[in-house]
C-alpha cells in the first residue's frame, strides 16, 4: 500500500475481541510496517499492556461486553493516541473522547492508516 512510510516501526496495541477482525486489524498494520502489540480480546489483558512502549492503539469500544474505556484513559493518561473501532458510530464513545478517531465498522484498510497517522501526528 503505498503512502503509508509514515506508519513504519510504529508500536501499535490493537484490543479487540473478533478473532477473524483481530487478525484482519493485525495484518493490515503489518503491511504498514507496524510493530502489533497484541491483538488482545480482553480489556483485563489490555490493561496488563498500557505500560508498554506503544505509539498508538487501535481500540474496539466493546470487548467481551466491556467498555474499553478503562484502557483508553489509562493509555491517553501517557500520552498514547488511540483510534477507536466501533459499530455504533460516534455515538458509541458517548462523547468521552472527543479528540479522538472513531472509525465505523466496517472499514477501509486506507481508513485505517489514515486514522492512524493522524492520531500520531503524522501525514501520510
Known amino acids: 500500500m503505498t503512502g503509508v512510510q509514515s506508519l513504519q516501526a510504529l508500536r501499535?496495541?490493537?484490543?479487540?475481541?473478533?478473532?477473524?477482525v483481530a487478525m484482519a486489524v493485525q495484518e493490515t498494520?503489518?503491511?504498514?510496517?507496524?510493530?502489533?502489540?497484541?491483538?488482545?480480546?480482553?480489556?483485563r489483558r489490555a490493561m496488563e499492556l498500557?505500560?508498554?512502549?506503544?505509539?498508538?492503539?487501535?481500540?474496539?469500544?466493546?470487548?467481551?461486553g466491556e467498555r474499553v474505556f478503562p484502557v483508553a484513559e489509562a493509555l491517553t493518561s501517557?500520552?498514547?493516541?488511540?483510534?477507536?473501532?466501533?459499530?455504533?458510530?460516534?455515538?458509541?464513545?458517548d462523547g468521552v473522547f472527543p479528540s479522538s478517531?472513531?472509525?465505523?465498522?466496517?472499514y477501509l484498510d486506507a481508513t485505517l492508516a489514515e486514522a492512524l497517522a493522524k492520531a500520531v501526528g503524522q501525514a501520510l
Open 78 to 93: 501517557r500520552g498514547v493516541p488511540v483510534v477507536f473501532t466501533t459499530g455504533y458510530g460516534t455515538d458509541g464513545i
Open 29 to 43: 498494520l503489518e503491511r504498514f510496517g507496524c510493530v502489533v502489540v497484541g491483538p488482545v480480546g480482553r480489556v
Open 50 to 64: 498500557v505500560g508498554a512502549e506503544l505509539d498508538a492503539a487501535v481500540l474496539d469500544v466493546n470487548i467481551a
Open 12 to 20: 501499535v496495541l490493537v484490543v479487540e475481541d473478533e478473532v477473524l
Open 101 to 106: 478517531t472513531v472509525l465505523q465498522k466496517p
